[in-house]
C-alpha cells in the first residue's frame, strides 16, 4: 500500500509528464501552417468532357502534392479546383450579387489559379510530366489545365443557387494556430509578449527619424536604368477599373509604376550580411542570396479604404542572412529581408507607407499628411505608427536606411535623384520569379515550401512565441502568408486595415 506523499508524487509526476507531453507536442507541430490543400470537384469520377476535366484536376494536384510543389500564396476553394483566392479577393464575396460582378469575381479567382499552376507546373518533376502529358509536357499540362478549367466554370454556374453557394465558401484560413494558443494559455502568454511589443515600439521609436543616418558607413541602392522621371507622368496615364472597382493596368503602366516609386534602399554595412541580392538554391540544396546580383523584387496588390480601391506597390529585398550574436541568438538565421509597400490614393499619389520584414515582424506605417491616425484603433497589438518623408516622387528617392546585421528601417527620408550615379544598381523583377527558382541544375524549386515558409530560415524564437499561434514566428514566408502581430490577429494583406487605421484629411 502506498503512502500518502506516495501518491502525491506519483500525481505529480504524472502531471509533469504530460505537461512535457504537451509542451513537446507543441515544438514538434510547431513548423507546420495552413497549407492550400488540393481540392476535389464534384465531377471527378464521371464519364464525358466533365468527368475527364474534373479527373485531370485530380491527377495534376496530386502530382503537385507529391512533389511538394503547391504553390501556398493563394487559396483553394472547396469542390472547384479552378480557383483559388486571397483576402482582398474574398471581401467581395457579398458585392458579387449581380452577374457581371460575379463573373468579374470569377475571372479574377481563376486568374489566381492559373497563376499558380503554372509555377506549380514549372516545379513538377519531369517524372510527373511525363505521366501527365507525355507528347506536349508542361506546355500541355497548362493548356489543358485552363481549357478545363473554362468547361468546369461554364458547367459549374448555370444556376444561381450555385452562385450563392460559391459566395457562401469562399474563405480564407488565417495564419494563427488555434491549438497553439490553447495549449500555451494564450490569456497568460499574450500579455508578457504585448510588454515586449511595447518596449520594442518605445525603442524604434526613439531611433526613427525623417532624416539621412549620421556617422554610417553605408552602401546605397538605386534603380538601375537611367530614365528621365518627367516622362514616366505620360507613361502611366489614366487608370480604368473593372466593375468590381479594382484598378485596371496595362504591363507599359505598371513598368512605369513601379519604376517611379522604386525606393533608395541604403544600409549600413560591416559585411556580406548587408549586402542586397539574389535568392538563389545553392548546390547541396540549401538557400542563400548571390550578392553579386542586387535584386528588388515587385509585386502588386490591392487593398480597400472608404469604399474604393487602392493600388499598393511592394518592393522586397532579400539579405544573406541576419547573423547571430551568439549561439543563444533567438532572432539570427539564414536569410533576412523588407518588404517596402506604396499604397496610392485614387488620383496615384502615395498616401501610405509601410515596412515589414519578410518574417511579418517588425511592421511600420509611415502615412503622409492626408492621412490621421486614428485615436481608437481595434487591434489587440497596436501597429507601430511613425512619420513620412515629404518628398517630389519626381524628384526625390524615397530612401530606406536600415541598420546592419538586424536590417530594421531606422530611417526614412527624401534623397535627391541627382545621385543615383553614385550608387550601386540593382534590377527590378517580378516576385514571381521566387516562385520557381533553378533547383540543382536540372529542376525547378519554389523559394517557399507548401507551407509558404522558406526552408532553413527558422528562428530560435519559434520555441518561446509558438504560444501566440504564428507559425514559426521569424521564419521567411511567401506574400500572402504575413501574420504581422503576435497579440490578436492582424495581416500584411488585410483589406481593411486601412480604415481600422486612419482616417483621410481632405
Given at each position: 500500500m502506498k503512502r500518502p506523499h506516495?501518491?502525491?508524487?506519483?500525481?505529480?509526476?504524472?502531471?509533469?509528464?504530460?505537461?512535457?507531453?504537451?509542451?513537446?507536442s507543441a515544438l514538434l507541430l510547431s513548423?507546420?501552417?495552413?497549407?492550400?490543400?488540393?481540392?476535389?470537384?464534384?465531377r471527378a469520377g464521371q464519364t464525358g468532357p466533365l468527368g475527364r476535366c474534373g479527373d485531370f484536376f485530380s491527377s495534376l494536384d496530386r502530382q503537385t502534392r507529391s512533389a511538394a510543389a503547391i504553390d501556398a500564396g493563394v487559396f483553394r476553394v472547396k469542390q472547384y479546383p479552378y480557383l483559388r483566392v486571397n483576402?482582398?479577393?474574398?471581401?467581395?464575396?457579398?458585392?458579387?450579387?449581380?452577374?457581371a460582378a460575379f463573373e468579374q469575381w470569377l475571372d479574377r479567382m481563376q486568374a489566381l489559379d492559373q497563376d499558380a499552376r503554372q509555377y506549380e507546373i514549372a516545379n513538377l518533376p519531369d517524372a510527373a510530366v511525363e505521366d501527365l502529358d507525355p507528347v506536349n509536357g508542361r506546355e500541355g499540362i497548362y493548356r489543358r489545365m485552363a481549357a478545363c478549367g473554362d468547361v468546369l466554370r461554364q458547367s459549374d454556374f448555370k444556376v444561381d443557387e450555385s452562385k450563392q453557394t460559391l459566395i457562401e465558401r469562399v474563405a480564407v484560413p488565417d495564419d494563427y494556430l488555434?491549438?497553439?494558443?490553447?495549449?500555451?494559455?494564450?490569456?497568460?502568454?499574450?500579455?508578457?509578449?504585448?510588454?515586449?511589443?511595447?518596449?520594442?515600439?518605445?525603442?524604434?521609436?526613439?531611433r526613427f527619424s525623417n532624416n539621412p543616418p549620421v556617422n554610417w558607413q553605408t552602401i546605397?541602392?538605386?534603380?538601375?536604368?537611367?530614365?528621365?522621371?518627367?516622362?514616366?507622368?505620360?507613361?502611366?496615364?489614366?487608370?480604368?477599373?473593372?466593375?468590381?472597382?479594382?484598378?485596371?493596368y496595362s504591363q507599359a503602366q505598371l513598368k512605369a509604376l513601379f519604376r517611379l516609386y522604386a525606393p533608395a534602399w541604403e544600409v549600413q554595412i560591416q559585411a556580406a550580411h548587408d549586402r542586397i541580392g539574389t535568392p538563389v538554391w545553392k548546390d547541396k540544396g540549401v538557400l542563400g542570396v548571390d550578392i553579386r546580383r542586387p535584386v528588388t523584387y515587385t509585386r502588386l496588390s490591392f487593398t480597400r479604404y472608404q469604399k474604393q480601391v487602392l493600388t499598393q506597390l511592394n518592393y522586397i529585398i532579400w539579405f544573406p542572412a541576419r547573423p547571430k550574436k551568439s549561439v543563444?541568438?533567438?532572432?539570427?538565421?539564414?536569410?533576412?529581408?523588407?518588404?517596402?509597400?506604396?499604397?496610392?490614393?485614387?488620383?496615384?499619389?502615395?498616401?501610405?507607407?509601410?515596412?515589414?520584414?519578410?518574417?511579418?515582424?517588425y511592421y511600420k506605417a509611415y502615412p503622409t499628411k492626408r492621412l490621421r491616425v486614428r485615436e481608437n484603433i481595434p487591434y489587440a497589438e497596436p501597429p507601430l505608427v511613425l512619420s513620412a518623408p515629404d518628398q517630389d516622387p519626381f524628384q526625390h528617392f524615397v530612401t530606406l536606411a536600415m541598420q546592419t546585421g538586424t536590417h530594421y528601417v531606422q530611417h526614412i527620408y527624401?534623397?535627391?535623384?541627382?545621385?543615383?550615379?553614385?550608387?550601386?544598381?540593382?534590377?527590378?523583377?517580378?516576385?514571381?520569379?521566387?516562385?520557381?527558382?533553378?533547383?540543382?541544375?536540372?529542376?525547378?524549386?519554389?523559394?517557399?515550401?507548401?507551407?509558404?515558409?522558406?526552408?532553413?530560415?527558422?528562428?530560435?524564437?519559434?520555441?518561446?512565441?509558438?504560444?501566440t499561434g504564428v507559425v514559426s514566428p521569424g521564419a521567411m514566408r511567401q506574400w500572402g502568408r504575413h501574420a504581422v502581430a503576435f497579440v490578436g490577429r492582424r495581416h500584411f494583406d488585410d483589406p481593411d486595415y486601412m480604415d481600422k487605421m486612419f482616417e483621410k484629411i481632405d
Open positions: 506516495e501518491n502525491d508524487q506519483v500525481c505529480r509526476s504524472t502531471i509533469v509528464q504530460v505537461v512535457l507531453a504537451v509542451w513537446l513548423g507546420c501552417a495552413t497549407v492550400p490543400v488540393p481540392t476535389r470537384s464534384e483576402r482582398f479577393l474574398v471581401s467581395f464575396g457579398s458585392q458579387a450579387d449581380h452577374p488555434l491549438f497553439r494558443r490553447v495549449l500555451g494559455i494564450y490569456p497568460l502568454t499574450s500579455q508578457i509578449v504585448s510588454n515586449g511589443v511595447s518596449k520594442w515600439h518605445a525603442e524604434a521609436r526613439q546605397r541602392y538605386v534603380p538601375d536604368r537611367d530614365i528621365d522621371w518627367q516622362t514616366l507622368r505620360q507613361r502611366i496615364g489614366p487608370t480604368t477599373r473593372d466593375v468590381l472597382g479594382i484598378p485596371v543563444t541568438d533567438i532572432y539570427g538565421g539564414l536569410l533576412d529581408g523588407v518588404n517596402y509597400r506604396v499604397t496610392l490614393d485614387p488620383d496615384g499619389t502615395p498616401l501610405l507607407y509601410e515596412t515589414v520584414h519578410n518574417c511579418g515582424c527624401p534623397l535627391s535623384r541627382d545621385v543615383e550615379s553614385k550608387a550601386v544598381k540593382y534590377a527590378l523583377a517580378d516576385y514571381g520569379r521566387l516562385r520557381s527558382l533553378s533547383y540543382l541544375g536540372v529542376q525547378r524549386r519554389s523559394m517557399f515550401d507548401p507551407n509558404g515558409l522558406a526552408p532553413g530560415t527558422e528562428r530560435l524564437e519559434r520555441l518561446i512565441l509558438w504560444p
